[in-house]
């Protein structure tokens, strides 16, 4: 809680064992919006191709930290109910960006669409998370 104000102050992302193996950089985070990449390098599948796991873990990681941080300001946590995405195409090498944008931010649940583009502008995946919030301390 801040000093000044009895409103508990917003979560800040802090990176998991995941999001490092998979190379996550945060560039942007606040509830209505979370834009982290990642190399497609090391998050490959058999064939070479960007694995459609890794993109789903990807925007479920952003959709989710989006969803942290508004429930933070309310003393909550938030939990995934669902995601979905459709692969729409896949890269063999490069960066991919990862924008979380908010549909919905009620008081018991938040809804993302998560768009993944590679850095040549194509989009490669479309991600729709919805996460429960309920009380509880964000774990340290």
Do not use: Y
């Amino acid at each position: 809680m801040s000093p000044a104000s009895d409103q508990p102050q917003p979560w800040t992302i802090k990176l998991g064992e995941l999001d490092e193996r998979m190379g996550v950089k945060v560039l942007e985070q606040s509830a209505e919006r979370v834009v982290i990449t990642a190399p497609i390098e090391g998050n490959r599948q058999s064939f070479g191709l960007l694995h459609g796991g890794a993109m789903v873990a990807l925007a479920e990681a952003a959709g989710s930290w989006a969803a942290v941080i508004h429930g933070s300001t309310m003393g909550k946590v938030a939990v995934g109910l669902e995601i979905n995405a459709t692969h729409h195409q896949s890269r063999r090498s490069g960066t991919v960006t990862v924008t979380a944008t908010a549909i919905h931010l009620g008081g018991s649940t938040t809804t993302h669409e998560v768009i993944l583009t590679h850095e040549d502008g194509t989009r490669l995946c479309t991600a729709r998370i919805t996460n429960f919030l309920k009380k509880g301390e964000i774990p340290a």
